[in-house]
């Protein structure tokens, strides 16, 4: 019987021959990621007893919740995080004009396939775009694996998610994925592995595949995977001279679930509040009416997404009634975007260009919303009281479709523009 | 290990946004006063009334959403002394686990318990005692439930590594 990617990197690195699903495993992570939440964390680690961490060089940091500091609070925060990187000698720490640390990190060369990455964020699951196995732990397991270099993980079933078919004009890997949240659930792949595979994901850019990974974990995932290819390779010369391997599951591997989808009469997809799984044909939702827009995050801040956007609005005025708020993944994105005039055409059409960061994605600062008031996101995450005010609503969607909402105020299928 | 307390029921998909709102996850450090703010956007009422060992009794994927642990730690300061659900987000799962604060997964139970009732847990016999019957269900794996009696994930890697004392 073949072994699934999850199977064989967590025997890899527990140090086992082979292991099991349902088995508990301990592994060292070759990666340990934290944001804003580190100051936090090295009070747990301190708590525990110990001086300094145990593999600087394993820790990567950069700072994207709150930058730049919206208050004393925050400040004071990232003042503690600063000094504990130079007291712990910590070298990969991105200070607040770096960027989102899902786009940081792969584009800083820090993943690789077959690598694990830790992080004390949800939406790790992104890196599995690259074939790495990522996931999302909390604040102690951070301290605690700085300290021991371990941690303890249950080796997950997988579900293949075959997609098949032709991409349809005006829709994008955003669309792909809000589709399937929708027909699994908010836990329909709890605790699992989740594979995706078939023609659109081989044809798919990486910025499509991270999109993928980051937003498995809205159906419980405990990572995403894309097996690498020519594609991730060609991505990876350029960001890294690290050697590394590539594991991929074996073609006769168990997998628990193999679940087919044909994607080529999809229409775009609106997550509508208060849950990710709520998801509607845009159709089911036109006429909505919006009172910001924000295309960013770490979901889909990337280049392709900013053109996207600006392809739409070039030459055009948003309507009166929106704001359109613009967060580009990482100063790299952002330097790039204003080089090609991206930048340029959005101010130009009424957008307000943030600073690279999470932005009013969770709440924190930049872009709040007011009660009664209605927001249609490129993000991750539509919960109650997610962008600072439960009497909100937001709604998330592609790049595509947010860009054309904000220029007639309301939520508007891309497709009728293209024809 | 048992506890017995007054049921707060919910439903599925209690997220972490509605357990402990973002806009505080870098403000608020103090566990007293994230404790405060348990459950803030879910039942207003929660924080204000919950008692010491109350019982949160839920549906399908209780904690889904964000890594913040602070979702742990707010209930547990607040004095729940354990969340029974039909399951848990993983992440969640983890973090209470590393907070100290015992999880039961038993969907037959959920069913069966009302809001306001008093319920008994026995963690060790796995056994939970309702008005409708007694419920048994699967303990933790051991390795897991070395961390939750030590009090959680901190206090357990102080005595792994063995340090005698450290605040």
Redesign the interface.
């Known amino acids: 019987m073949g072994k699934t990617f999850a199977e064989k990197i967590l025997a890899l690195k527990s140090g086992k021959e082979s292991v099991i699903t349902g088995e508990i495993v301990t592994v060292s992570p070759d990666i340990v990621m934290s944001h804003d939440n580190t100051a936090a964390i090295a009070k747990k680690f301190k708590q525990i007893g110990i001086d300094k961490v145990k593999h600087p060089e394993k820790i990567v940091i950069p700072l994207d919740h709150c930058i730049p500091a919206a208050t004393e609070k925050y400040a004071a925060n990232h003042k503690e995080i600063r000094e504990f990187v130079q007291e712990q000698k910590i070298e990969n720490f991105y200070d607040i004009n770096i960027g989102v640390c899902h786009q940081v990190l792969p584009e800083k060369g820090h993943i690789l396939p077959a690598t694990m990455i830790l992080g004390a964020d949800s939406h790790t699951t992104t890196y599995g775009a690259f074939g790495a196995f990522s996931t999302g732990i909390g604040r102690s397991e951070v301290a605690s694996i700085w300290a021991t270099d371990k941690i303890w993980l249950r080796v997950p079933e997988t579900i293949k998610i075959n997609i098949e078919g032709e991409i349809p004009p005006g829709i994008s890997s955003k669309d792909i994925i809000l589709h399937i949240i929708g027909d699994l659930g908010a836990d329909g792949a709890l605790y699992k592995a989740v594979e995706f595979s078939g023609k659109v994901i081989r044809e798919m850019d990486i910025g499509g595949r991270m999109t993928l990974c980051n937003m498995a974990v809205e159906m419980g995932a405990k990572i995403g995977y894309v097996e690498p290819d020519e594609k991730t390779i060609q991505w990876l010369v350029a960001r890294t001279n690290k050697k590394y391997e590539i594991i991929k599951s074996d073609t006769d591997a168990k997998f628990e679930k193999i679940s087919d989808y044909d994607i080529s009469k999809l229409e775009p997809q609106i997550a509508c509040p208060h849950t990710v799984d709520n998801v509607k044909p845009v159709s089911k939702v036109v006429g909505t009416k919006i009172n910001q827009a924000l295309i960013g995050t770490c979901t889909n801040g990337r280049l392709e997404d900013l053109k996207i956007a600006s392809k739409i609005l070039h030459g055009k005025k948003i309507s009166s009634g929106v704001r359109l708020l613009v967060f580009p993944a990482s100063m790299e994105v952002f330097a790039q975007a204003m080089e090609l005039g991206i930048l340029q055409e959005l101010v130009k059409s009424g957008a307000v260009i943030m600073n690279p960061g999470c932005g009013p994605c969770l709440g924190a600062h930049e872009g709040a919303l007011a009660p009664g008031e209605v927001c249609l996101s490129t993000a991750n995450r539509n919960f109650k009281g997610r962008m600072g005010c439960k009497e909100a609503e937001v709604y998330l969607a592609s790049p595509a479709i947010v860009a054309i909402s904000s220029l007639y105020g309301e939520i508007t299928d891309i497709r009728g523009s293209l024809k | 290990m048992s506890i017995q307390g007054k049921v707060w029921k919910y439903s599925?998909?209690v997220?972490?946004?509605?357990i402990f709102?973002?806009?505080y996850?870098?403000?608020i450090?103090d566990p007293k006063e994230m404790a405060f703010h348990a459950l803030?956007?879910?039942d207003s009422k929660f924080a204000k009334e919950v008692k010491k060992e109350d019982i949160i009794v839920a549906g399908?994927?209780f904690g889904?959403?964000?890594?913040?642990?602070q979702a742990?730690t707010c209930l547990k300061y607040a004095g729940v002394g354990a969340i029974v659900a039909k399951?848990f987000?993983?992440?969640f799962f983890?973090?209470a686990i590393?907070?100290g604060l015992p999880l039961v997964q038993c969907k037959e139970a959920v069913e069966n318990i009302s809001s306001g009732e008093l319920i008994e847990i026995d963690f060790e016999k796995g056994k939970l005692l309702c008005k409708k019957g007694i419920f048994n269900f699967p303990p933790l794996?051991e390795?897991?439930l070395g961390i939750l009696k030590d009090g959680?994930?901190?206090p357990?890697?102080?005595k792994?590594?063995k340090?005698?004392?450290?605040?």
């Open positions: 599925d998909d997220n972490t946004d509605v709102p973002g806009k996850t870098y403000t450090t803030e956007d879910l399908r994927n889904c959403g964000s890594s913040r642990e742990a399951s987000s993983r992440i983890r973090n590393n907070q794996p390795s897991v959680g994930l901190i357990y890697t102080r792994i590594l340090i005698k004392k450290g605040e």
